[in-house]
């Protein structure tokens, strides 16, 4: 179960890829349909999308690295569990106070610590 939580996890996180390359206009779009207005067009704005795709992509790598010797890399996988708890509840608290759409606040940061949670849980399985 670990191996597969892993995988799902580092491929939906591997698909930030297309963000790092995507268009303004497609980003624009994008935001405006979640009903979050006009993207910015600062310099800034773009920066902060594409270096967050980015280390999407980066911790999607990783994640899919450890699924391949979850034994060997049991202590790095428990770090990884409790990193992904903490930055959901930090996910969650960045959406509550930068008014986030509520569909958004019910989603990504507890998406985050429930995946958290399960790579705990099935690594502490793993190891007996």
């Given at each position: 179960?670990?191996?597969?939580?892993?995988?799902?996890?580092?491929?939906?996180?591997?698909?930030?890829?297309?963000?790092?390359?995507?268009?303004?206009?497609?980003?624009?779009?994008?935001?405006?349909?979640?009903?979050?207005?006009?993207?910015?067009?600062?310099?800034?704005?773009?920066?902060?999308?594409?270096?967050?795709?980015?280390?999407?992509?980066?911790?999607?790598?990783?994640?899919?690295?450890?699924?391949?010797?979850?034994?060997?890399?049991?202590?790095?996988?428990?770090?990884?569990?409790l990193?992904?708890?903490?930055f959901?509840?930090?996910?969650?608290g960045?959406?509550?106070?930068?008014?986030?759409?509520?569909?958004?606040?019910?989603l990504?940061?507890?998406?985050?610590?429930?995946?958290?949670?399960?790579?705990?849980?099935?690594?502490r399985?793993?190891?007996?």
């Open positions: 179960m670990l191996t597969t939580l892993l995988r799902v996890i580092g491929t939906a996180s591997g698909l930030a890829i297309f963000a790092v390359v995507l268009p303004y206009d497609w980003m624009n779009r994008i935001h405006l349909s979640l009903g979050m207005g006009t993207l910015p067009p600062d310099p800034i704005a773009g920066y902060l999308a594409r270096t967050l795709s980015a280390l999407y992509v980066f911790y999607g790598g990783l994640v899919w690295t450890l699924s391949f010797d979850t034994t060997r890399h049991r202590s790095i996988i428990q770090y990884v569990g990193a992904t708890i903490a959901g509840v930090i996910l969650l960045v959406d509550w106070t930068e008014g986030m759409p509520f569909y958004w606040k019910l990504e940061g507890p998406v985050a610590i429930v995946y958290g949670v399960l790579i705990l849980l099935f690594n399985e793993e190891t007996g």
